[in-house]
């Protein structure tokens, strides 16, 4: 039984507090917002992509996000599921 335990208390260890963030909309999000959301996206790239944003208008699809200079596509997959377009009420 402490088997077991340790084993969990490790497999818990290992999870990455970035897995439980909230999904963050990148069309209204601050910058201070984004760097907190996505994983390998600090406080430039997260200007940067308001940045995009103000200059090109709200990004229509999450493959957008690597028009910005800086987001990959490694980035994007890493955060693929955080990523939200819209707010849940609008898009009802």
């Given at each position: 039984?402490?088997?077991?335990?340790?084993?969990?208390?490790?497999?818990?260890?290992?999870?990455?507090?970035?897995?439980?963030?909230?999904?963050?909309?990148?069309?209204?999000?601050?910058?201070?917002?984004?760097?907190?959301?996505?994983?390998?996206?600090?406080?430039?790239?997260?200007?940067?992509i308001v940045a995009y944003r103000e200059q090109?208008?709200?990004?229509?699809?999450?493959?957008?996000?690597?028009?910005?200079?800086?987001?990959?596509?490694?980035?994007?997959?890493?955060?693929?599921?955080?990523?939200?377009?819209?707010?849940?009420?609008?898009?009802?």
């Amino acid at each position: 039984m402490r088997t077991f335990f340790k084993t969990l208390a490790l497999s818990l260890a290992c999870i990455s507090p970035l897995s439980f963030a909230s999904p963050v909309n990148i069309n209204t999000a601050s910058a201070d917002q984004i760097a907190a959301a996505l994983n390998g996206v600090g406080p430039a790239k997260a200007q940067a992509i308001v940045a995009y944003r103000e200059q090109k208008g709200p990004f229509t699809s999450v493959e957008q996000l690597t028009e910005v200079k800086g987001i990959g596509s490694s980035t994007l997959e890493k955060n693929r599921d955080q990523i939200q377009l819209e707010t849940a009420a609008a898009s009802e």
